[in-house]
């Protein structure tokens, strides 16, 4: 059955460093993959999506996501991180059957100042 | 506003009440979902709306879980006889296109209804 595993369920990173935040997925063909945010009160937004071609997808806010078949993994990265960036950050994976996504668990990203 | 909308934001129902939530979605998307999202996991899929068709409701985890859209843009998600285990946030999203692959058609959110059963 597909699955999506995020690692972490919290990650704590100075503002200015960078950042990584971890996804796993486990599914049989070619995935169509996502990541979304979502910050307190507001509603989950796209950050990017990925579905072929160059492994490295560049997404919104700066934020870019690697592709790596090999690991079965789609990582989350983004050079320097602001306050502003405090939220947390969903992996997803579009079922081929009937378009639906499949969700982990969700990855809290708290900022230290 | 531009966005998805919700109401209420926040409600608190005793066990065995009937509640209904509200979605407004953004104007002119044909497409409307519903998820379900636990403390701590991700949003799981309910229903989906193309238009006033609701077109899967696979997600709906039990006969006291209904939802309409009978004009095709507000929706309503309505639980009868709550449970404690219907506390969640429940979250809408319309999409402007027929609600097929995210490679084509992109899900825009409401900031979710807080379902708490006491």
């Known amino acids: 059955a597909q699955s999506v595993t995020q690692p972490d369920i919290h990650i704590t990173v100075s503002e200015g460093a960078s950042l990584e935040l971890r996804c796993n997925y486990s599914?049989?063909?070619?995935?169509?993959l996502f990541w979304y945010v979502q910050s307190p009160g507001q509603g989950l937004q796209l950050l990017l999506k990925?579905?072929?071609?160059d492994t490295l997808v560049q997404g919104i806010k700066g934020f870019e996501a690697e592709f790596k078949r090999s690991q079965s993994s789609f990582n989350l990265r983004k050079p320097s991180v602001h306050w502003s960036d405090a939220a947390e950050y969903f992996c997803?994976?579009?079922?081929?059957?009937?378009?639906?996504?499949?969700w982990g668990a969700g990855t809290k990203l708290i900022i230290k100042p | 506003g531009a966005g998805v909308s919700q109401s209420p934001r926040y409600k608190v129902a005793k066990r065995g009440q009937d509640v209904a939530l509200r979605c407004d979605p953004i104007?002119?998307?044909?497409?409307l979902f519903w998820y379900q999202q636990a403390l701590g996991q991700g949003p799981e899929f309910l229903t989906y709306?193309?238009?006033?068709?609701?077109?899967?409701k696979s997600g709906l985890p039990s006969d006291r879980f209904f939802a309409e859209r009978p004009e095709g843009s507000v929706s309503t998600l309505k639980i009868q006889r709550t449970q404690q285990e219907d506390s969640a946030v429940y979250l809408c999203?319309?999409?402007?296109?027929?609600?097929?692959?995210?490679?084509?058609?992109?899900?825009?959110f409401g900031p979710g209804t807080r379902l708490t059963v006491l």
């Open positions: 997803a994976v579009e079922r081929a059957s009937n378009y639906q996504l499949i």
């Open positions: 599914y049989g063909a070619t995935p169509y």
């Open positions: 990925y579905f072929s071609g």
């Open positions: 104007s002119g998307h044909v497409s």
């Open positions: 709306f193309q238009n006033e068709a609701q077109l899967d």
């Open positions: 999203a319309s999409s402007l296109g027929s609600g097929t692959s995210g490679r084509t058609d992109t899900q825009y």
